[in-house]
T-cell receptor
Framework: DGGITQSPKYLFRKEGQNVTLSCEQNLNHDAMYWYRQDPGQGLRLIYYSQIVNDFQKGDIAEGYSVSREKKESFPLTVTSAQKNPTAFYLC????????????????FGQGTRLTVV | RKEVEQDPGPFNVPEGATVAFNCTYSNSASQSFFWYRQDCRKEPKLLMSVYSSGNEDGRFTAQLNRASQYISLLIRDSKLSDSATYLCVVTRNRDDKIIFGKGTRLHILP
């Protein structure tokens, strides 16, 4: 079945450590996104990528890094520079809409809950 | 002004009632519009796309008003299982960036 997979589902990190969250999709989507969600809050965009080897910062990129070496994979590293990393992280993918094309809906993975201990 | 704005609610509605919420967007060049549903501690899932002509899917009706830059979601004959957070989503035309509203919480009361 086609889909988008995030791992791990739960992750614990000690202060000062870097951790990497995995996101893989087999939907042949060009675009991939990372969002952060805090309790009772909306989704905030961290990074997004529309093509291999290229990515752009979202609204809250500080303390995070990404890579897009393969179309299927868009891992997110939460670095020690991120002062408050405890949150629910969601990865999504979508078709890149050609100009004038509509309905480029996003498909989400099940999310990773990161807790700093 | 935020790109996508929603009333956070919560909307507390008795079972069987009709409920409607709106979402406004600031970028007139926005391209695509969606409503997503998010259950507690789960990922968002697509509820329905929103077309210029409006569209209906069972008890759910979505409308787009480009002139006033808002989209709406109407839920008729609400069920307990409709309790969730409803996210308004807009795709920005110039770079296909997907922008989420913060969501509207809906509680259906028995």
């Amino acid at each position: 079945d086609g889909g988008i997979t995030q791992s791990p589902k739960y992750l614990f990190r000690k202060e000062g450590q870097n951790v990497t969250l995995s996101c893989e999709q087999n939907l042949n989507h060009d675009a991939m996104y990372w969002y952060r969600q805090d309790p009772g809050q909306g989704l905030r965009l961290i990074y997004y990528s529309q093509i291999v080897n290229d990515f752009q910062k979202g609204d809250i990129a500080e303390g995070y890094s990404v890579s897009r070496e393969k179309k299927e994979s868009f891992p997110l590293t939460v670095t020690s520079a991120q002062k408050n990393p405890t949150a629910f992280y969601l990865c999504a993918s979508s078709i890149v809409g050609a100009r004038g094309r509509t309905n480029t809906e996003a498909f989400f993975g099940q999310g990773t809950r990161l807790t700093v201990v | 002004r935020k790109e996508v704005e929603q009333d956070p609610g919560p909307f507390n509605v008795p079972e069987g009632a009709t409920v409607a919420f709106n979402c406004t967007y600031s970028n007139s060049a926005s391209q695509s519009f969606f409503w997503y549903r998010q259950d507690c501690r789960k990922e968002p899932k697509l509820l329905m796309s929103v077309y210029s002509s409006g569209n209906e899917d069972g008890r759910f009706t979505a409308q787009l008003n480009r002139a006033s830059q808002y989209i709406s979601l109407l839920i008729r004959d609400s069920k307990l299982s409709d309790s969730a957070t409803y996210l308004c989503v807009v795709t920005r035309n110039r770079d296909d960036k997907i922008i989420f509203g913060k969501g509207t919480r809906l509680h259906i009361l028995p």
